[in-house]
């Protein structure tokens, strides 16, 4: 079994503790940092829905809160129909934004049922305040500070 199945594998698993009781449509997302860490994430439903949030936003979310470097997704949603429309796999266009924000460009989105996209093929001239974003420090880098 390779890296990409071992990932997708993971986004499937991570599906399977969804808080989805009004929409029942489990999705899982697993993210692959840039030192080898793995972090998942699920879909997260309240009864009000503008505070739900999904598996890729939960698991990129947590990934850079430990001050890693997400460098590849994959996502799982376990309860669409695989003979269904692709549209049912894909990530939402918040999540395709803070993709945008917090990956590579060239970053590879492994999608069930759909295939590889890399981030620039699922955001296409995606929305940034600057024209070239500031590059995301790592938290081993140390800060430059100017002394006087």
């Known amino acids: 079994m390779n890296n990409i199945e071992q990932l997708q594998q993971r986004a499937r698993a991570a599906a399977l503790h969804a808080h989805a009781p009004y929409s029942q449509f489990r999705v899982g997302a697993a993210v692959l940092c840039r030192d080898g860490t793995v972090v998942e994430g699920c879909n997260i439903e ?34 669409a129909d695989v003979e269904g429309p692709k549209a049912l796999h894909m ?10 924000e917090l990956m590579p460009s060239h970053a590879k989105i492994y999608i069930d049922s759909v295939g590889c996209l890399s981030l620039e093929e699922l955001l296409p001239q995606g929305f940034c305040l600057q024209r070239h974003p500031p590059k995301r420090q790592s938290p081993t880098e140390p800060e430059s500070h100017q002394t006087q």
């Open 46 to 79: 309240n009864a009000s829905f503008g505070l739900t949030i999904c598996a890729e936003r939960v698991a990129l979310f947590s990934a850079v809160s430990k001050g890693l470097q997400p460098e590849a997704l994959a996502l799982s949603c376990i309860d």
């Open 91 to 100: 990530p939402c266009g918040a999540c395709r934004q803070v993709m945008q």
